[in-house]
């Protein structure tokens, strides 16, 4: 674990790594909030789908959010379109102005613990495509670099 961190630290721009760390603690604070929430007030288990939700609505970003490999500075960057920014916006307003009504109005006892487990499940699934496009690059990337070795011209 540590060669690979130490790789994508060194190999990543930036944007990447604020991105790489606002996710884990914001993950994390998310996360310690939802514990003590259910250890207060005893959340029942189903709330686990809001999670699986999140899970399933945080694979959207990975259409919208590409890493890629800059040939010229050997760094990774990361690579944002329009719908980024739509995605993030309208995530924005679902957690503060809709999403708690919406519940609600749903019979969801816990708001907030159901709207905080959602977007545990949509920051960590952002944060593993993150991880996963760094990962396909690097093993394409040794892929050519063993074949380039294998077969010299």
């Not at 540590?2 to 930036?14: S, T």
């Not at 890629?68 to 993030?88: A, P």
């Not at 969801?108 to 613990?113: C, D, E, K, P, R």
Request: aromatic letters at 14%; one cysteine or more.
């Amino acid at each position: 674990m540590g060669n690979k961190r130490d790789f994508i630290l060194g190999k990543a721009n930036r944007q990447i790594r604020k991105t790489n760390i606002f996710l884990r603690i914001l993950v994390t604070i998310l996360t310690c909030l939802v514990l003590y929430d259910s250890i207060i007030h005893d959340v029942p288990l189903y709330y686990i789908f809001f999670y699986l939700t999140g899970l399933v609505v945080g694979r959207f970003f990975r259409l919208t959010r590409m890493v890629e490999h800059d040939s010229e500075g050997e760094q990774f960057v990361l690579k944002t379109n329009k719908w980024d920014l739509v995605l993030s916006i309208s995530l924005l307003l679902f957690r503060f102005v809709f999403g708690s009504m919406i519940l609600e109005s749903a019979h969801v006892a816990f708001a907030s613990v159901g709207l905080s487990l959602l977007f545990i499940g949509i920051y960590r699934s952002k944060w593993k495509g993150l991880v996963s496009q760094i990962d396909e690059i690097v093993y394409t990337w040794q892929i050519s670099k063993t074949e380039e070795e294998n077969n010299p011209k």
